[in-house]
């Protein structure tokens, strides 16, 4: 089902709300007209019982018949029997001893009741007075209901409804236009700058964030193209030169050879840097398809030791594992790949005869695993500790180019703790190694 438009919303809701006030306006008003004309011939009635108390009192019963009202009059003696009734035999009619108005006039002096009719178009009004000698004076008139007066004004209120229909509909379209015009006057490429609603502002403060965060993505995209145009281009004028000078032939067999593994080399460090591209963007998009599982941080670094024990050989490096199991929660495939981007980096940037102490603590009060990969070599510059995650970013440039390393190992275990909640922490001296801790929530 299609949304429909804010300033339709607005219209059609302040249209409704113009109709019904109507309404509730026009009810109210005949209401309080309806109770003020009944209270108008109440007064009537009871001012006519005024004038009609002395004749009762005196027995001129004959100067009562003989009054020209459309009002009922009737006389009850204090027992309830009827003896005078202006419009009816008196003798016809029943005891009005039980009458909500007798009893009323007898209880409380006076009375005014009223009653309708059995098809409810009409009432009748009552009003009894307790005379001095006991008996009761009752006078009544019938009065339309208030169904009967609406109808009686159905032509007004019918003229009255069109015109607040009208203006109604001019008032909603003009508080819609309204309403919206400062929606339509943002300026999304400067939305703090726009004269919006003090409601609006977290609205225009968060696209202006969104816009920031657009133009650092997009920065970030640009400085990625250049640096992977960068780092292909190196291995691929490499492979093009050795290519073109086997290709025109005249070379010895050995320099063949040397020209065949450097190839080789080149094309090495060209599949490694796509892979590790394809590892950053399934991280970036967050397009892994694997689940997550229970991992124990100790087998896999013992995993990885073992991988990577030719590389620490070399050096003649120590490589130690101490601590608990390190259970954590996650895809397999991406903490060993973070894991190992540390220990490598770790047994790359140190020196040689030097250790790498590898340790994990389960902080069972706090839920949480900490692993530890610290380094005895050459360590991180204050000024550059900021950077180190950055993709292609190296402090040592020949040292690592010369480790084969393609500057996105770091930014791998950035995206990959990022990927797991997990929060990554870095101590490091010139000269005196560092030391990386990834905290793991459990």
């Known amino acids: ?13 302040t249209f409704l709300v113009g109709t019904l006030i109507y309404f509730i306006c ?21 001012t006519e019982s005024s004038f009609l108390e002395p004749a009762v009192l005196e027995g001129n019963i004959n100067q009562i018949s003989t009054l020209q009202t459309e009002n009922r009059i009737t006389l009850i003696h204090s027992d309830g029997t009827v003896y005078f009734d202006n419009t009816v035999d008196a003798a016809s009619l029943e005891n ?15 009375v005014k009741i009223s009653r309708f009719s059995s098809t409810m178009t009409e009432k ?5 007075r307790l005379l001095s000698n006991g008996d009761v004076l009752r006078i009544s008139c019938n009065q339309h209901s208030v169904w009967v007066l609406i109808l009686g004004m159905s032509q007004i209120l019918l003229i009255m409804f069109v015109i607040a229909i009208i203006i109604s509909a001019f008032s909603a379209s003009w508080i819609s236009k309204k309403v919206v015009e400062p929606f339509n006057k943002i300026d999304l490429e400067a939305p703090e700058t726009s004269d919006v609603y003090e409601e609006l502002k977290p609205f225009t403060k968060r696209i202006a964030e969104e816009n920031f965060e657009k133009s650092q993505r997009e920065e970030l995209r640009q400085q990625f193209t250049a640096n992977v145009s960068h780092e292909l281009k190196t291995p691929l004028t ?26 080789y080399d080149e094309s090495q460090r060209m599949i490694t840097l796509v892979n590790d591209i394809i590892k950053l963007s399934k991280l970036d998009e967050k397009s892994i398809s694997l689940e997550k599982e229970a991992i124990s941080l100790r087998d896999m670094c013992r995993d990885i030791m073992s991988s990577l024990h030719a590389s620490a050989f070399s050096k003649n490096i120590t490589i130690n594992l101490n601590g608990d199991s390190g259970l954590i929660n996650g895809v397999q495939p991406v903490i060993y790949e973070m894991v190992y981007n540390l220990v490598d980096n770790a ?4 020196n040689t005869n030097g250790t790498v102490e590898i340790s994990i603590k389960n902080l ?15 360590g991180i510059p204050d000024n550059e500790k900021d950077r180190i995650f950055e993709r292609f970013y190296r402090i040592d440039k020949s040292r690592s180019k010369q480790n084969g390393g393609t500057g996105l190992g770091l930014s791998i275990v950035k995206h990959a703790a990022k990927y797991h909640n997990a929060s990554i922490l870095l101590s490091s001296e010139v000269g005196k190694g560092s030391t990386f801790t990834v905290i793991f929530p459990v």
Request: with cysteine; aromatic share 14%; hydrophobic share 40%.
């Open 1 to 13: 089902m299609k949304n429909k438009s804010l300033m339709f919303k607005i219209f059609i809701n």
């Open 26 to 46: 026009a009810f109210l008003f005949i209401s309080n007209m309806y109770g003020y004309f009944e209270n108008q011939i109440f007064s009537e009635l009871q």
């Open 96 to 110: 009005h001893g039980i009458r909500a108005e007798f009893l009323g006039a007898k209880k409380h002096g006076s």
């Open 124 to 128: 009748t009004l009552y009003f009894a």
């Open 238 to 263: 490499s492979i093009s030169g050795f290519a073109e000078i086997l290709k025109n032939g005249g070379t010895d067999e050995t320099t063949t050879k040397d020209f065949a593994c450097s190839i």
């Open 347 to 350: 047994i790359k940037y140190n």
């Open 364 to 378: 069972l009060d706090t839920n949480r695993v900490i692993l530890t990969v610290k380094d005895s070599g050459i």
